[in-house]
């Protein structure tokens, strides 16, 4: 078990960079596969990026790739997504979620543990 804490969320101007943190606690957060979704305004939740336990093998969306790069600092039990070059329509509350064993709907789905999520907004 392990509880996810957000933060880093803000307000930015278009084309701007923020970076969020996912903090862990409880269980060691190095065994958890970690993933970022986001939920705009009236849209559903969605799929950001994903990092792997050991191996930091990465996943990215396509209207993200090139522009967001998520990372890890175990020592610190802490993920990143470091987001860049941003949109308006980046815009949504940002959560983290954390799976220990990977399923077929890896990195997209299959995630036992939620944050209580952050807010971006991108202004125009």
């Known amino acids: 078990q392990v509880q996810l804490v957000e933060s880093g969320g803000g307000l930015v101007q278009t084309g701007g960079s923020l970076t969020l943190s996912c903090a862990a606690s409880g269980r060691t957060f190095s065994t958890y596969g970690v993933g970022w979704f986001r939920q705009a305004p009236g849209k559903e939740r969605e799929f950001v990026a994903a990092i792997r336990r050991s191996t930091g093998i990465t996943y990215y969306a396509e209207p993200v790739k090139g522009r967001f790069t998520i990372s890890r600092d175990n020592t610190k039990n802490t993920v990143y997504l470091k987001m860049n070059s941003l949109k308006p329509e980046d815009t949504g509350v940002y959560y983290c979620?954390?799976?220990?064993?990977?399923?077929?709907?890896?990195?997209?789905?299959?995630?036992?543990?939620w944050g209580q999520g952050t807010q971006v907004t991108v202004s125009p």
């Open positions: 979620a954390a799976v220990l064993r990977y399923s077929s709907t890896w990195p997209r789905g299959g995630y036992d543990y």
